[in-house]
């Protein structure tokens, strides 16, 4: 993208959250702007004037599962952002959602709910011993961002594995996914009221293709449309627009 934005004599940027409270947020964006405006530091010299670092042990696991303790240096603060929001103020126009016209207002609804005691039993194993077993064979979590990965895919009622004989590739890939889904089972009972109204449609996010497939097959009754990252560039648009127009497509997976 940055090989292809050089060659562009304008350069816009449109974001909802142009950051998300971490500096490394905006590099990206600000080198495709005009690497310029960050005075032409590499990434390394960037984080190094506005991130603060920390050190803490991990426990790592080899290729045989077995484990070992390393020293790992994380970002753990910021400092310097006076000087950062300078820096690229020049080139930021801001638009607070209280100036937009048309906007309803946004209800957020949290439901909780009950994982089954399969998910129950492995949840436990990811969280204190950093391992989940399926079919009798251990696979172990190698670090935080991975751990919170797995026990978000759990929570959705799957689980990707791979067999540690074979590369960590897409084609290698297993799915293992568990008897009970409460989460899906209860996202059912709300669509089904919801979708009592006939004009009443539903988009649904997910994370993984795995939880796609699962959302896809349930409410397949329902007209079901898909959005993947794997769509050709056009056709999204044209999903979109069959969603908003068709009203035998009631759900929008994406």
Known sequence: ILKIGSKARYRYLLSGTPTVGDPTDIYAQMQLLSPSILL?????K???KFLTYSERPQVCHDAFGNKYMKIIKYPSGTKNLDQLNQMIAPYIIR?????CVGLPEREDVFIDYAL???????YSQIVEEDKFIIDGQEFFVENAAVKFMKLSMLCSGFMYYYDPLFPREKEYRKTYFFK???KLDL???YLEDYLAEPTNKAVIWC????EQDILSAKFKDYGVLELRGSV?????FKIVEQFTNDPTKRILVA
Not at 116 to 122: A, D, G, I, L, N
Not at 207 to 210: C, L
């Open 40 to 44: 032409d530091w590499d990434y390394y």
């Open 46 to 48: 960037f984080t190094q």
């Open 95 to 99: 638009v607070r959602r209280d100036e």
């Open 116 to 122: 089954s005691s399969e998910q129950k039993k492995m």
């Open 180 to 182: 009970e889904n409460p």
């Open 187 to 189: 996202l059912n009972e």
């Open 207 to 210: 994370n993984y293709d795995a």
């Open 232 to 236: 050709k560039d056009s056709d999204p």
